[in-house]
Structures are given as structure tokens and as C-alpha cells.
């Protein structure tokens, strides 16, 4: 009962337009199973481990002690290794999903970390670029790959409700994948101390009808900011 009633209190900071734990997309539905996994799997073994030191204290137990060296073993050696083997099956294959899938419907824009702002270079058809600050549009209902780089120091790019966090590095250009199904508007933070003003290095992404994808890159590249999803 207590844990039930604490429960709450303690997601409460995983909620609101930056919660992880309020996916949006496949991917980051994948990465909050993930994250639940994790959590309860280590509450069984905090209890395990919590429930052995216990029962080394408890008298009278009509037993032998147990060996040291099944301790050693088990606990030290072959549960670790287990647990760890069956995480890295995991994300391996977690990964291998969330690579870029080439094609021609595939949306390609730019991600540029400064300190301390985004600038996000977006591709019309006819080949105008158009840049936009702190603000990244995007199309519902079509694979989007998110070139992410820095022009100065590493900042981390982070868009919790649509895709995984990765790093922006000087020089080496990160590539991410986002499938967002619907439209709406998804808020983004730099997640790497890059700064004085680290904290202020926010920045909105608009998840537009894909039948309007054409026309917001025309407002775009006419001077507008695209408007609402």
C-alpha cells in the first residue's frame, strides 16, 4: 500500500512535454520498455540482495552457512555476466532497429549545437535550404533522418517524447532516426553541459500533417515559420 501511494510522487518529475516515460513514437516507446525493464529488474535484485544480507543475520537457522565461494560464483561471476549477456542481446538488436533506412521518401534535415542555441536546416524539394532557429519541422508519417553536428563544443541532442538522445561532436556528424506517426508539438533540450547558458538550450520540434509538408516548406523558404501541426 505505502508503495503505491509513493509511487506517484516519484514519477512525478518524469512527467510534462520532456518525460521519457510519455512516448510518442515507436522508438521511444521501445526506450521506456526498456527503461521498466531495467527498474524492476533491479528492485528483484536490491530485494535478493537485501533479503541474503537478512537472512546472514538470522539465528538458528537449522542450516550451514553457506560456502563463500557460492557467493563468489553465483553472485559475483555467473548472474552478473547472465544479466549483462541478455542486455547486450538486447540492445543490440534495440540498435540494429533504430538505424537509418535508406529510400527516396526519406526526410533529411541538419541539426547544428551552438552555445547555446539549435539551428536546423530544412530541404524543399525544388533544393532551397532553409534554415530555422530552435525550431525543427518535420512531416508526419515519414521516416526522418536527423543529421546532428556542433559548431563549437559537444552538446547532447534530445528529443524525449520522439527519439533517443545523441551526442552533437565537433566534426563528426551523428545520424538519427525519428518516426513520428502524428502531428504535434514535441519539446527538445540539449542535454550535454556545454555552457553557462547550458540550461537554456531548448528548442520546439513541429510534427506537421504530412499532406501540409509541402506547403510549410514553402512558407519556410517564403520567410514564414510554417505555422502550427
Known amino acids: 500500500m505505502g508503495l503505491a501511494l509513493l509511487a506517484p510522487l516519484l514519477l512525478v518529475a518524469c512527467g510534462g512535454p520532456l ?31 537485501t533479503g541474503l544480507f537478512l537472512w546472514t543475520f538470522k539465528e538458528g537457522r ?40 535508406p529510400g527516396e521518401d526519406v526526410v533529411r534535415v541538419e541539426a547544428r549545437g551552438h552555445q547555446w542555441f539549435w539551428e536546423f536546416t530544412h530541404h524543399a524539394a525544388d533544393g532551397e535550404v532553409v534554415r530555422t532557429v530552435n525550431t525543427l519541422h518535420l512531416p508526419a508519417g515519414r521516416p526522418i533522418e536527423v543529421t546532428v553536428v556542433s559548431a563549437d563544443v559537444i552538446h547532447g541532442f534530445w528529443l524525449p517524447r520522439l527519439a533517443g538522445k545523441i551526442d552533437a561532436v565537433p566534426g563528426h556528424p551523428n545520424l538519427l532516426r525519428i518516426d513520428a506517426a502524428g502531428p504535434g508539438t514535441y519539446q527538445g533540450v540539449c542535454v550535454e553541459f556545454c555552457g553557462l547558458d547550458h540550461a537554456r538550450m531548448r528548442f520546439a520540434a513541429i ?14 523558404v517564403n520567410g514564414a515559420e510554417g505555422g502550427g501541426p
Not at 72 to 78: A, K, Q, T, V
Open 207 to 220: 510534427v506537421h500533417p504530412a499532406d501540409r509538408w509541402a506547403d510549410v516548406l514553402r512558407a519556410l
Open 62 to 101: 537449522g542450516s550451514a552457512p553457506v560456502s563463500p565461494r557460492v557467493f563468489l560464483l553465483g553472485g559475483g561471476l555467473i548472474f552478473p555476466m547472465v544479466t549483462l549477456a541478455a542486455l547486450l542481446v538486447y540492445a543490440l538488436g534495440f540498435g540494429q532497429w533504430l538505424l537509418s533506412r
Open 19 to 49: 518525460s521519457s516515460l510519455d512516448p510518442a513514437t515507436e522508438a521511444t516507446a521501445r526506450i521506456a520498455g526498456l527503461w521498466w525493464v531495467m527498474l524492476i529488474a533491479a528492485v528483484v535484485i536490491l530485494a535478493g540482495v
